[in-house]
């Protein structure tokens, strides 16, 4: 069975940090990019941030760069975002994502259809 729970969500005071993880099973994490996509109450889904499966080049949405970190350990087939300068609006359901196709154009990252499987997602809530 292909899997990808999330976990490490919750809530946290503005300014605070939290570490999600991705962890992946029934097959190998480590042939697939990874891509972290929020979605807020009453808004799209959106990518955070990404991951290739090669050189390990990233890409971040405008409003999460230079707060947020994606990284991976693929012997423990788990990708992670670390996420620190909590600020309310990084508030929504967060999704991991894999995708077996490769970027021709950097901002493609964004795009939903690029992903193959997703995980059940988890709440993050920045609040005061």
């Known amino acids: 069975q292909v899997q990808l729970v999330e976990s490490g969500g919750g809530w946290v005071q503005p300014g605070g940090s939290l570490r999600l993880s991705c962890a992946a099973s029934?097959?190998?994490?480590?042939?697939?990019?990874i891509g972290w996509f929020r979605q807020a109450p009453g808004k799209e889904r959106e990518g955070v941030s990404y991951i290739s499966n090669g050189d390990g080049r990233t890409y971040y949405a405008d409003s999460v760069k230079g707060r947020f970190t994606i990284s991976r350990d693929n012997a423990k087939n788990t990708v992670y975002l670390q996420m620190t300068s909590l600020e309310p609006e990084d508030t929504g359901v967060y999704y991991c994502?894999?995708?077996?196709?490769?970027?021709?154009?950097?901002?493609?990252?964004?795009?939903?259809?690029?992903?193959?499987?997703w995980g059940q997602g988890i709440q993050v809530t920045v609040s005061s």
């Open positions: 994502a894999t995708s077996g196709r490769p970027l021709r154009y950097r901002s493609m990252w964004r795009s939903r259809a690029m992903y193959d499987y």
């Open positions: 029934g097959f190998t994490l480590a042939n697939y990019a």
